[in-house]
C-alpha cells in the first residue's frame, strides 16, 4: 500500500531555534500535500495546503512566516517551525493525496512530536 | 457552516459486545465520508470510505459504518469488540464538489474495549 514517511518522528529543541519536518510519499506523486496539528486528545487542525511548485494555502489564524512550508518536488514537502517558542510544542501530521476524484486517498504520516523547551 | 460532530468523548465497551462510535455532520451536499483510527504517537490509518450507493460499507478490521442521509450521520459499527480496537477514532468528511481534497475531522472519539 501506499506509504508516507514523516521525519523525524520526534524532536525537543531550545527556544528560538527552527525546526525542519519532512514528509514524503515514498511510492506515488503527490501534488498536494496537507499539514496538521494536533494536541492531545483533540482532533487535527488543518495548518495548511501544500501544493507543489507554488506556495502554500494557509488555514484562518496560522502565521505563515512561523509555519513555513515547501513542497518543492512531487514527493517532499517540508514544514520548518521558525523561531520555536514552548506553545509551538504539539504534534504534527502530514498527509498527501493519492489518486483523483473518486478514486482519491488520502495517506497520514506517522506524525512528529515537538517538544520545544 | 460546515461540521463534523462527534458527541462521545469516550466509548467503553467489553470485549466481544458490539461497539457503534457516532458521527454526525453538517456539510452541504453530499459529501464523501471517512474514518480513520489512530494509535498512539501515530498517524491515522484510514479505515473506511462512503462516496454513493450502499448505505452500509465494510472497511478494515471488521469494521462498517452506516450512512444515513436524512440524519446526516455516519456511525461507526463492529460486531464484536477487541482489546486491539482501543483506539481514537476520527470521522471525517470532504465537499463532493471540492477540488482540494480538504478534510473536515471531528474532534475524535476514545474507543476503550475492556477484557
Known amino acids: 500500500g501506499a506509504v508516507v514517511s514523516q521525519h523525524p518522528s520526534w524532536v525537543i529543541c531550545k527556544s528560538g531555534t527552527s525546526v525542519k519536518i519532512e514528509c514524503r510519499s515514498l511510492?506515488?506523486?503527490?501534488?498536494?500535500m496537507f499539514w496538521y496539528r494536533q494536541f492531545p486528545k483533540q482532533s487535527l487542525m488543518l495548518m495548511a495546503t501544500?501544493?507543489?511548485?507554488?506556495?502554500?494555502?494557509?488555514e484562518q489564524g496560522v502565521e505563515k512566516d512561523k509555519f513555513l512550508i515547501n513542497h518543492a518536488s512531487l514527493t517532499l514537502s517540508t514544514l520548518t517551525v521558525t523561531s520555536a517558542h514552548p506553545e509551538d510544542s504539539s504534534f504534527y501530521i502530514c498527509?498527501?493525496?493519492?489518486?483523483?476524484?473518486?478514486?482519491?486517498?488520502?495517506?497520514f504520516g506517522s506524525g512528529t512530536q515537538l517538544s520545544v523547551l | 457552516a460546515q461540521s463534523v460532530a462527534q458527541p462521545e468523548d469516550q466509548v467503553n465497551v467489553a470485549e466481544g459486545n458490539p461497539l457503534t462510535v457516532k458521527c454526525t455532520y453538517s456539510?452541504?451536499?453530499?459529501?464523501?465520508l471517512f474514518w480513520y483510527v489512530q494509535y498512539p504517537n501515530r498517524g491515522l490509518q484510514f479505515l473506511l470510505k462512503?462516496?454513493?450507493?450502499?448505505?452500509l460499507v465494510k472497511g478494515s478490521y471488521g469494521f462498517e459504518a452506516e450512512f444515513n442521509k436524512s440524519q446526516t450521520s455516519f456511525h461507526l459499527k463492529k460486531p464484536s469488540a477487541l482489546v486491539s480496537d482501543s483506539a481514537l477514532y476520527f470521522c471525517?468528511?470532504?465537499?463532493?464538489?471540492?477540488?482540494?481534497?480538504?478534510?473536515?475531522f471531528g474532534q475524535g472519539t476514545t474507543l476503550q474495549v475492556k477484557p
Open positions: 471525517a468528511v470532504r465537499e463532493r464538489t471540492s477540488n482540494t481534497g480538504k478534510l473536515i
Open positions: 462512503y462516496i454513493t450507493g450502499d448505505n
Open positions: 501544500s501544493n507543489e511548485g507554488s506556495k502554500a494555502t494557509y
Open positions: 511510492d506515488f506523486q503527490a501534488t498536494t
Open positions: 456539510v452541504s451536499g453530499n459529501p464523501y
Open positions: 498527509s498527501a493525496i493519492r489518486g483523483q476524484s473518486r478514486n482519491e486517498k488520502l495517506f
